[in-house]
Every structure is written in structure tokens, then in C-alpha cells.
């Protein structure tokens, strides 16, 4: 069953059109990645689902509702919350701070120090610099904490914006098996990434996207063996 229902989305920048007509679902339980080149239009859908950017034309329904022009803000008490591109962390509070606005949507105590706990097993680090100011944390640390922010509000949906942008390859494999588990766990993600083979090394499915405009989809396994993929994007 869709849990995110994508059609005929088009967003313009004036005159230019970076997102052409694209459609494409998410069903409950599944990792979803987008992979493309820079500039094909990735982080503008991920904009354009979040009502950060307006929508030119098209529709995006959400667990059953059409959320097409709704606020941003109302988004995240529907179950949707998003690691945006660059983490955008809330820079000089703390840690544990920035978590509890992860929360901002809830009121139960004692859900909330189990949603607390449950980052910090996560990613311990978390809770070791827990009072830390979060504009002092690594860039791997600051995208754990980025995760966790947007967890904290247990999402039926989570979509992660070029998680491992920046990051050393040990944060990376981090950052993903951190994403699988979620999965796992059950929270379905939507997915946009630059590192293709990563993305497609834990997706149930994807789409190719090429200058605006969605090029090729399938299961992660096909696309990895697809020669055209293997040229464009993963160096084969």
C-alpha cells in the first residue's frame, strides 16, 4: 500500500523547469532511494514534498490525505519528518536540546524519555555529549544527531536528504546501517542520495532521475547490475 503517492509533480525556478512531471510512490515498510547527478532535481522534490518550495503542478498524498499545499509545519504531527540536506541542526544549543525539539509535536513524558533512550542506543556518542553545543560536534555526529532529531517524533515517513554528504567512510557505513535498521524497525524512507551504490545497496526500490525528469526505476539489485547505471552513476 502507498504510504506517499507522487504525480505529475513539476516545480519551476522562473523560467527554468527543474522538476518535469514526475511520479513515483512510496509503500509502507520500504526504503526508497532517488539517485541522480547534481543538478537533476533531487533536492527539489524534497523541497517540493515538504511545501519548503511551491509546487508549479501536481499532486503529493500522504497516508491517505492530499498534503499538496498544506504548511510545512504541519507535517511532522501527520507522521512525515525530514533530514534536510546540509543537517540544519539548531547550532548552538545542545545536543539534548535539539533532540527535545525533535519532541515539539508531543506531550507524554514518558514517551518522550523513551524516544530519548532509544537515540542514545542508537548513537551513544549522542548521549555521551549530550550537554555538548551541537555546533561543536563532527560532521558525522552532527548528522547522527540530525537522525535522531527527526525520530524523536516517531515518523510513519522519514526522508533523508544526502545523509553521508560530507562524511568520512566510517560515518557513512555508519549512517546507513543506522538507516537500515530504522526500516527494520519500521519506518519507511524515502531516500536522496548522491553516493549511488549505497543508496542502492539498501533500497527496496528506486528511480533514476535525470535533469528533472525520472529516467529509470526498479529494485536496488537492478539497478546496480544495469549497465547504464553502473556507467552514469557507479563508475562501472
Not at 555546533?135 to 533523508?160: D, F, H, I, N, V
Not at 527494520?184 to 551504490?197: H, R
Amino acid at each position: 500500500m502507498a504510504l506517499l503517492e507522487v504525480k505529475n509533480l513539476e516545480v519551476h525556478y522562473g523560467l527554468i523547469k527543474a522538476v518535469k512531471g514526475v511520479s513515483f510512490e512510496v509503500n509502507k515498510g520500504e526504503v526508497v532511494s532517488l539517485i541522480g547527478a547534481n543538478g537533476a532535481g533531487k533536492t527539489t522534490i524534497m523541497h517540493a514534498l515538504n511545501c519548503i518550495i511551491p509546487k508549479f503542478s501536481g499532486s503529493v498524498v500522504f497516508d491517505g490525505k492530499d498534503i499538496t499545499n498544506m504548511p510545512a509545519h504541519k507535517l511532522v504531527s501527520l507522521g512525515m519528518a525530514q533530514v534536510p540536506e546540509g543537517r540544519r541542526i539548531f547550532q548552538e544549543l545542545t545536543v539534548l536540546e535539539n533532540l527535545q525539539l525533535g519532541y515539539f509535536t508531543k506531550k507524554d513524558k514518558a514517551e518522550y524519555q523513551a524516544k530519548l533512550e532509544e537515540m542514545y542506543s542508537y548513537f551513544p556518542i549522542l548521549k555521551e555529549r549530550s550537554k555538548q553545543v551541537a555546533g561543536t560536534l563532527s560532521g558525522g555526529e552532527q548528522q547522527m544527531l540530525a537522525m535522531s532529531r527527526a525520530l524523536m517524533s516517531s515518523p510513519s515517513l522519514l526522508l533523508l536528504d544526502e545523509p553521508s554528504m560530507g562524511l568520512s567512510p566510517l560515518y557513512v557505513n555508519t549512517i546507513f546501517d543506522m538507516i537500515k535498521k530504522v526500516n527494520e524497525q519500521g519506518t519507511t524512507v524515502l531516500l536522496v542520495e548522491q553516493n549511488a551504490k549505497k543508496a542502492l545497496s539498501i533500497a527496496h526500490r528506486a528511480y533514476v532521475l535525470d535533469l528533472g525528469t525520472m529516467t529509470k526505476t526498479g529494485t536496488g539489485i537492478e539497478l546496480l547490475s544495469d549497465d547504464a547505471v553502473k556507467k552514469a552513476y557507479l563508475g562501472g
